[in-house]
């Protein structure tokens, strides 16, 4: 038996005047978002934003659904329709807001497994890493690709 270690860093942001011109774009990007969520069951409403490789910025929302697991993370709505609408384009970065009652939660959502899973496969698709930007209303993160948030990604293309 052999321990190994695993280690990654992430950036901590007290404000998003500390980000970078284009991250701080996608990060206000990611909030106007949170404006096509469609979340009357958890009152939780999730806005993405996604920087394409030719600079172009695809917005997602949660939308909801009474049958509740037809819903989706606003993530994967950001994801699915940069796949559909431009195939050919890699997704670079994606950054993610979430509130409760018109309110920006204080600390970043956090992606759930299968947005996680879904952004690897992009990632991997495009060959490039794609970083994410979790922003909150007291502190925001940034990871510089998808494996940090999903080590032993599964990927089998
Ligand atoms: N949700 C997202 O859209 N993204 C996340 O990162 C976390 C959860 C949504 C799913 C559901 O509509 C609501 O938030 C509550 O879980």
């Known amino acids: 038996m052999e321990p190994r270690e695993y280690r990654f860093?992430?950036?901590?942001?007290?404000?998003?005047?500390?980000?970078?011109?284009?991250?701080?774009?996608?990060?206000?990007?990611a909030i106007s978002a949170m404006e096509g969520s469609y979340a009357p069951y958890s009152g939780f409403n999730v806005g993405a934003a996604l920087r394409l490789e030719n600079g172009t910025i695809v917005k997602g929302a949660n939308q909801e659904n009474a049958a509740y697991p037809?819903?989706?993370?606003?993530?994967?709505?950001?994801m699915f329709s940069a796949g559909a609408n431009y195939p050919d384009l890699a997704?670079?970065?994606?950054a993610v807001?979430?509130?409760?009652?018109?309110?920006?939660?204080?600390?970043?959502?956090?992606?759930?497994?299968?947005?996680?899973?879904v952004m690897a496969q992009y990632q991997t698709k495009a060959g490039k890493p794609m970083s994410?930007?979790?922003?909150?209303?007291?502190?925001?993160?940034?990871?510089?690709r998808v494996d940090d948030l999903l080590p032993f990604i599964f990927d089998n293309i």
């Open 9 to 29: 860093t992430y950036e901590v942001y007290n404000t998003l005047d500390e980000l970078s011109v284009e991250d701080r774009e996608l990060a206000m990007a």
């Open 132 to 144: 994410v930007i979790l922003v909150g209303g007291e502190r925001s993160y940034k990871f510089a």
């Open 70 to 78: 037809s819903g989706i993370c606003a993530e994967r709505t950001a």
């Open 91 to 94: 997704q670079r970065s994606i």
């Open 97 to 117: 807001a979430a509130s409760q009652n018109g309110i920006l939660c204080a600390s970043p959502a956090s992606p759930c497994g299968a947005c996680r899973q």
